[in-house]
């Protein structure tokens, strides 16, 4: 199979679909790989790296588009990308469909086969490819939000971890999942004062056990949410609901209660916000004040330590897709029922339920679609 890999043209996005090991991978296993250009230069990779691990430069993503029988990225299609993509073309990427219609209707009208790392899972409950990003992002959000309580930043001024004799920040995080246990990880080793809220009794008795009671379990509800939250310097959205749009769990009547230059961190933003008040911001300009309150909802916070997120996601990445490489993307996915997940557009047709019952469209079930 020819594959692609393109660079990233997100604002401030430094990632890369494929390391050069990740090339000399598939080209152990006789596939051949166009690189655009510099795409892995952000980095630290150059194009020799990825030449010396076997792979071909182009000059443009145009080409890479072209050619490429599938290709492989990190964040979403862009407009113009989009546009490049065509019928039975595979992309594997994350595609977070259910908060974006416009590129959910790029998409079906592409007739591409898109298949999302947000959703294929591992029989388990969990989501092996967004797993290594929730981790980054979850341990992210409490240095974001950190530097965000900062004074000269618009923040309260107070200092995560306090210092002897003041008492540290009050953090809230509500999820309990992969990224909620790295933020908690990273607050709680600052010295902050942690609550976690989550509505799994069992995973908020292994938080509780995990780490020995230096923080605090709350079932979540809407009055200890609100409660919490009023009373919070920092507070994290950790929500997820695998591939659907996020819930609005903190409204902006909830916001009107917290302290003046307390921060939230929505790292839900990918599928739409945690907080009614949430909107999408980059890197370049990641804050915004609503309501006194300072609002961080860079949607591709991993993109910040692009190094670290890069190697850890195609570590993750590399077995799947080899399986698409090796047996071609329909029998890949017809043998192995938890990558098939993954599968979101097919053909011009919408083949995950959460994103067609958000969007609107008609269900078509993958291995429907895939039989056809």
């Not at 915004?288 to 195609?314: D, I, K, Q, W």
Request: some cysteine; hydrophobic content about 45%.
């Amino acid at each position: 199979m020819l594959i692609g890999v393109p660079k990233e043209i997100k604002v401030h996005e430094y990632r890369v679909g494929l390391t050069p090991a990740g090339v000399r991978e598939l080209a152990a296993h006789g596939h051949q790989i166009i690189v655009q250009t510099q795409a892995g230069v952000g980095i630290g990779i150059s194009d020799a790296l990825y030449e010396a691990a076997g792979a071909k430069i182009v000059p443009d993503a145009a080409e890479v588009f072209a050619r490429a029988e599938m290709v492989i990225k990190v964040k979403e299609p862009q407009a113009v990308e989009c546009k490049m993509l065509r019928e039975g073309q595979v992309l594997f990427t994350y595609l977070h469909l259910a908060p974006d219609p416009e590129q959910t209707k790029g998409l079906v009208d592409s007739g591409a086969i898109a298949i999302a790392y947000e959703t294929v899972s591992d029989g388990r409950g969990g989501l092996p490819l967004l797993a290594p990003m929730s981790e980054v992002a979850g341990r992210m959000s409490i240095q974001a939000g950190a530097h965000a309580m900062e004074k000269a930043q618009g923040g309260n001024g107070v200092l995560l971890g306090g210092v002897p004799g003041v008492a540290p920040a009050k953090v809230v995080v509500i999820g309990g999942g992969v990224v909620g246990y790295n933020a908690a990880r990273v607050a709680v080793g600052m010295g902050a004062d942690v609550t976690i809220l989550d509505r799994s009794l069992p995973r908020l008795g292994w938080l509780d056990t995990i780490f020995e009671r230096r923080l605090t379990t709350l079932y979540s509800s809407v009055d200890s949410l609100e409660n919490e939250v009023s009373q919070a310097d920092l507070v994290i959205g950790a929500v997820l609901v695998p591939g659907a749009a996020a819930p609005k769990l903190v409204t902006r009547a909830m916001l009107k209660t917290m302290k003046p230059g307390a921060v939230i961190v929505d790292v839900a933003i990918d599928q739409g916000g945690c907080f009614e008040t949430s909107r999408a911001t980059t890197h370049q300009n990641p804050t915004y004040v609503e309501e006194g309150v300072v609002h961080y909802c860079v949607a591709n916070m991993p993109g910040g330590v692009a190094r670290t997120s890069t190697f850890a996601l195609t570590n993750a990445t590399m077995p799947f897709a080899l399986a698409l490489a090796d047996k071609g993307y329909r029998k890949a996915l017809l043998d192995d029922a938890n990558l098939r997940e993954g599968l979101n557009v097919s053909r011009g047709k919408v083949t995950y339920k959460a994103v067609a019952d958000t969007l609107g469209y008609a269900y078509q079930p993958a291995e429907e679609a895939l039989k056809a």
